[in-house]
């Protein structure tokens, strides 16, 4: 029988437990995308919390394009050393860390003297109002470029792997939206075509860090908007990238225009748990790496059983951990109590992620 607390091992990572902290924007960083004593902090606290694995807030691969404010970043060398000083601390109370890898794209609030915004057409987002440039051949091949000297990086830094992050409607997810994507050259088109950049850039990676190390993706199950990626296109994109070696694939879902309440984060009722479930059981079942869910976990004798009734084997969870870092500790000294997250959503907010019921 499987437990949230079984020592598993994949990719040559031995994990002491089933729990993912999936990627969060923590809004913690300096202004230069570089670690701060508050932002390591928080990693601290999840690292002596008891989760297994932690997989960073996303880090921007170039500094050409705006960033979201204080995100971090792995853009060029600089950031080697101090990453270094957080994976050390991760490894000291044996949880493993992964660094998240994206692009923004549109995804990003207009500001004067902008940079760079980047998408597969010049069409506007629904949400953020803004329009990208349509991206040239010489771009896609240095945003490749640059996603893959930012693995390397992480490498050099000393993290446990990398995750791609090719959902909620950053870059590489819009790429695989119709909607977004109305390209008539090889990235456009049909989901074989669509999904070229997102499998071109695995490759670049995997190229620069080698074979052994993991790389990870995180991508929607549906977009949940007109003319979005569906599921059967996510089912194409995880098979493509099982065969070119992917270590992992983390079910996600939704893009900021998705239609109300269905989107990425959601409020939940006790029914609406895990809203992403049945999409994560039906890819287990079809893919041969492992497969992590994400979205709406919160009860651990549901989730327990959900992982005895699928192929799934990995849970990530966020905004219960921004709550309560300690939530895992508390989980496997037998207290079973419901989550303090009410899901209100009001920790995403501008200074930083952070619980509203934890701020001084």
């Given amino acids: 029988m ?43 606290n999840l690292a002596k919390g008891g989760v297994g694995t932690i997989i960073t807030g996303l880090t921007y691969v170039s500094d050409r394009e705006e960033p979201i404010p204080r995100q971090m970043g792995i853009y060029n060398d600089s950031f080697i050393d101090e990453y270094k000083k957080l994976t050390e601390m991760s490894h000291q109370y044996d949880a493993k860390i992964i660094l998240q890898i994206a692009c923004l794209g549109s995804q990003t609030s207009p500001r004067p003297n902008v940079k760079v915004m980047w998408g597969p057409s010049a069409i506007e987002d629904l949400f953020y109002k803004t329009i990208p440039q349509a991206m040239t051949a010489q771009d896609i091949l240095f945003v490749q470029s640059a996603f893959a000297d930012a693995a390397f990086r992480a490498k050099e830094a000393e993290f446990d792997g990398v995750q791609m992050h090719v959902a909620h409607g950053y ?35 995997r190229e620069k860090v080698g074979p052994e190390y993991p790389v990870l993706i995180k991508i929607n199950c549906e977009d949940f908007m007109e003319q979005g990626m569906t599921f059967a296109d996510c089912k194409y994109v995880c098979k493509e990238l099982t065969k070119l070696g992917v270590n992992a694939i983390e079910i996600s879902g939704g893009v900021p225009s998705s239609m109300p309440d269905i989107g990425t984060v959601r409020k939940i009722k006790a029914e609406q748990e895990s809203y992403f479930k049945h999409y994560a059981a039906e890819i287990a079942q079809e893919i041969r790496v492992p497969v992590i869910l994400v979205g709406g976990n919160r009860n651990i004798t549901s989730l327990t059983e959900f992982l005895n009734k699928t192929s799934v084997e990995y849970i990530a969870l966020s905004r219960p951990l921004i709550c309560e870092s300690n939530l895992i500790n508390r989980w496997q000294s037998g207290e079973h109590d419901s989550v303090k997250c009410v899901s209100c959503n009001k920790c995403f907010r501008l200074g930083g992620t952070r619980c509203i019921f934890n701020s001084k």
């Avoid at 997810?173 to 390209?183: C, E, I």
Wanted: aromatic share 12%; proline share 1%.
């Fill in 171 to 205: 870059l590489l997810s819009k790429f695989l939206t119709p909607y977004y994507n109305r390209r008539t050259d090889c990235y456009g088109g049909s989901i074989e075509n669509r999904a070229r950049m997102v499998l071109e850039t695995y490759q670049a990676i």
């Fill in 2 to 44: 499987k437990s949230l607390f079984d020592q598993t091992q994949w990719a040559g990572m031995k994990l002491k437990n089933r729990v993912i902290r999936s990627a969060t924007y923590d809004g913690l960083a300096d202004e230069s995308g570089h670690m701060t004593e508050e932002l390591f902090r928080v990693y601290e």
